[in-house]
Each structure stands twice: as C-alpha cells, then as structure tokens.
C-alpha cells in the first residue's frame, strides 16, 4: 500500500440537524495508539448532545490536529490515521497534541501522504461518517452521548483579587502609594461614617475654634485636615461636605459563564421564536380530583403494577386527543402556507445539567396508553442520564412543559421553533372548589396554553385548552363523547 493511501485524514462529521460546529471535550486516544474500526476517538459537544465519534478506520493515530477545549467546525480535520502501520516506518505528522495553527510545516513527502476522506453526502440524523467496509454505515452503535455531563476547564481570570476600588473602610483609600508617614486616625467621624484624620494640635483648634471635623474634606496627605482648613472653617469659607461613594465591585466576585452547546441553542431558538412568531397565552383552572382518581385505580390493576403511572401521562393523553378534535393547532408556519401535521411528535421539555431539551416521543398519537406510558419513561430516563440523541429532539410538532414538578403554578411558555402550540402544566395541590354547590378540598392545577396566533386564533385556542380541561375534569366521561 503506497503512503498516500495510507494515511487518511478524519474531518469532524455532520452529526445531524443543520449543526455547524463542535467542542472537542476529550481526546480518548492518543499520538501512537492502535485504534480499531469504530473505536470511539474523541468526545464532541454539540449544540444538542455530547457524543463520542468512533474510527472510520482501524490503524495507529499519526496526529491530533486540536486540543481538547477547542471549537472545531464540520468538516474540519481532527485526526490523522495511518491504516496500515505494519507496512513500515512513515514520517510523523505530529507528535503531540497541538493547534493546527502551532503545527510544524510537513514537507512535500508528508503532504503527499495525506488523503482526505471525501464528502460521502448528507449523513442521516444520529449517524456519522460514511459507508464502512462491507457497504454498511459507521454509526454510533454502542457510543452514544456521554451519561456525564460535559466537564469545564475553570477559567483563567486576567484580574488579581484585590479590595474593590473606592470602598470606604474606615480609612482614606487612595490611587497612589502615600509619600509621607501614616497619620494617626481620629476618633471623630466624617459624615460618610469614616474616621477624620486629623493632628492632635489641629484637633484642639478645632475645638477652640467651634468648628466640627467631621463636615471638613481635609486637604492634607490622604486626606487630612490641616490648620489652615479650620481656618477657612472658622473664617466663613465655604466648605466642601464630603459626600457618600457608592462602593463598587471587582470582577473578582462575579462569574462569567461561557454561552455554548445546549445553553446557546436554547438561547437562540427561544430569542427566534419569542420575536417571530405572535404569542397569545391563555389559562385555565382545573379540578383534576377525578383524574387523580383515577391515575390510582390503573395503578391498582396488575397489568400496570410495573409501569411508571404518573399526572403527566393523563395531560399527554388529553393533548393528544384534543388534537384529534383541532388538528390545527399541530401545525407549523411556512411563510405562504400552513403545514397541518396528520402525527404528533409530542414534546416534553426536560431540564438536565446540559441545559433544557425537548426530546419527543414520534407519532405519539397512535400509541395506547400503554405504550404512551412506556414511551414517556423512557424519554424521561434517557434525558435524565444525559443520553438523549440529536435525532430524539428534532420533528418536534407540539410541547408539553411540566412545570409543577418544581411546585409551579403555570407559566407562560415560548414555542419552540416551527410549533404552534405548547401546554405548561402546572402543580397539582389541594385547593378550596365549589363542588356540586358547597366548598370542599378538592386537587386542582392550572393549565397555561401559548399558541402561534397567525396560526391560532383565540377561538381555536380556547377550544383546544377547554377540552384538554374537561378530559382532566373527568377522563372517562371523556373517553366516552369522543371516542
């Protein structure tokens, strides 16, 4: 094999969803390991997922073209690999781990040895690179995102600690090193609470003088008050009152936190959303006792003695079929037409230490319940462990947010991009309601529905978030009259 096929160089893939660029956390080999086929060579943090990338071939690493911290774009090189090591000794491209802008200069027989993978097309969601020996695809079979949260190098702070400029401490504080002795402070304040610096002769003029110290700023060395500003004092001159300084505060007792990966994403799709698409938020109160009753009643039947049964799993359910009944509120905005979904890919926004996501559960419309409830653990578990894919949080078409697990009320959510509805569901507590005429305890929550107005009129709104309130009312009276 001749050295130009040897060696090959591996750029960073497109992970899937439009993503531009990636943060290499971890390198996972090294300059002069053996390496197989989709061996995992390196940890990326993308906007949406930290996921380990595998080999697209077996060799021995030659060069690392970036260091662990570094931004990389997509299709930029990261490693180089030679694939056939036991041919003999090839000239190194690098030995450590270095920027490539601090790469040495290869020479021509170096340069001639690279070959650069070329472009295989677009890579479906969730895989990476492109065809294996054999015809098949190199995925992520096996090494999915990390179950870790991303680690952070601390960052290196340019400024010393030191007291913040300006406080007053009981003494004058000045920008430059004093030139004289220290003068002993006084046992007289000024009006801002300091100690008036003043000699023991000038302390006595003063005294004899009528004239109060503490209303002098002193012209004297840091600030003291001399013989001849009693004087002044005692003279009738106008005197300069000091006034209170406002403290201020070094860089010393604030953090600054990069804006990357989920947090950035985030960041930007909300900004997107809140300024394009015309929110409207409506909200209603529920009595959900019967709901909750009968939540207790399926956990008592033995086929769901297993399965996670929760107040979440009856607000998908009533989305769900309230969808059925206005399929227009599971649509999106596409300039000159409305996109009307016949799927629901039901979101569920979850809060992990990556930041918040939105993985959802595809076509959860045609699920049983069963299946919805399995389905829903699932999400929620993976999220949890920080294992949730690119792929588990693209296509979303409408949003359930459960802010009552933080014992929240409602709130006014922002849709995410491309949706037009989302449902926040709020804390479920024992609350006073009238009930067939008198005031007993009953379990309520409120539900807070925003929705694309271009899309959604208030009409349309309404209807969808009372019939998700009459499902919760009563579910099986529900289930009845609409199915």
Do not use: C
Not at 125 to 145: D, E, F, K, N
Not at 210 to 237: F, K
Not at 328 to 338: K, R, Y
Not at 344 to 366: C, H, M, Q, S, Y
Request: charged share 20%; net charge neutral; glycine share 10%.
């Amino acid at each position: 094999m001749s050295e130009m096929s040897r060696i090959k160089t591996f750029n960073l893939p497109d992970l899937g969803e439009g993503l531009t660029e990636g943060e290499i956390l971890a390198w996972l080999v090294k300059v002069g390991d053996t390496i197989e086929l989709n061996q995992p060579i390196v940890e990326v943090e993308t906007a949406k997922a930290a996921v380990e990338i595998p080999a697209k071939w077996a060799g021995q690493v030659q060069a690392i073209h970036h260091p662990e911290g570094t931004t990389v774009e997509v299709g930029t090189p990261i490693i180089a690999i030679d694939t056939d090591p036991g041919a003999g000794p090839l000239e190194a491209l690098s030995t450590t781990a270095t920027p490539s802008s601090d790469l040495p200069t290869p020479s021509a027989a170096s340069l001639a040895a690279v070959e650069v993978a070329p472009a295989e097309g677009m890579i479906e969601p969730g895989l990476i690179g492109g065809a294996a020996p054999g015809g098949r695809t190199a995925v992520l079979v096996g090494y999915g995102p990390r179950t870790t949260a991303a680690k952070r190098r601390p960052r290196k702070s340019g400024v010393p600690a030191q007291a913040p400029a300006g406080v007053d401490h009981g003494v004058v504080v000045v920008d430059k090193p004093a030139t004289t002795s220290t003068i002993p402070a006084a046992q007289v304040h000024d009006r801002r609470g300091g100690a008036v610096l003043a000699k023991p002769p000038v302390r006595k003029l003063a005294k004899d003088l009528g004239v109060d110290l503490g209303a002098l700023t002193g012209s004297g060395p840091l600030g003291s008050i001399t013989r001849e500003d009693v004087q002044q004092a005692a003279n009738g001159a106008s005197v300069v009152v000091a006034e209170p300084t406002a403290p201020s505060f070094g860089a010393d007792r604030e953090q600054r936190i990069p804006v990357k990966g989920v947090r950035k994403l985030t960041a930007e799709n909300m900004s997107r959303s809140a300024f394009t698409a015309p929110h409207v938020t409506e909200f209603l109160t529920v009595d959900v006792t019967r709901a909750m009753k009968a939540l207790d009643r399926l956990r008592g039947r033995r086929e769901w003695r297993d399965v996670r049964v929760s107040p979440l799993l009856l607000v998908a359910k009533a989305v769900l079929l309230a969808v059925q009944r206005h399929p227009m509120v599971n649509s999106t905005w596409a300039g000159d037409e409305i996109v009307v979904k016949e799927y629901v890919n039901l979101g569920i926004a979850a809060a992990t230490e990556r930041g918040l996501i939105v993985p959802n559960v595809k076509d959860a419309g045609r699920l049983s319940l069963r299946e919805l409830a399995d389905a829903l653990t699932d999400l929620v578990q993976t999220a949890k462990s920080g294992r949730t894919s690119p792929a588990a949080m693209s296509g979303g078409t409408l949003t359930i947010t459960n802010v009552g697990v933080f014992g929240v009320d409602t709130g006014t959510p922002i849709l995410p991009p491309g949706e037009s509805a989302i449902l926040a569901f709020g804390a479920v507590r024992e609350m006073p309601w009238v009930h067939k005429g008198k005031v007993k305890v009953r379990q309520v929550t409120t539900l807070g529905l925003s929705f694309d107005h271009r899309i959604v009129d208030g009409e349309l709104g309404s209807k969808f978030l009372r019939d998700i309130g009459d499902f919760l009312a009563d579910p099986e009276a529900a289930l009845l009259a609409w199915t």
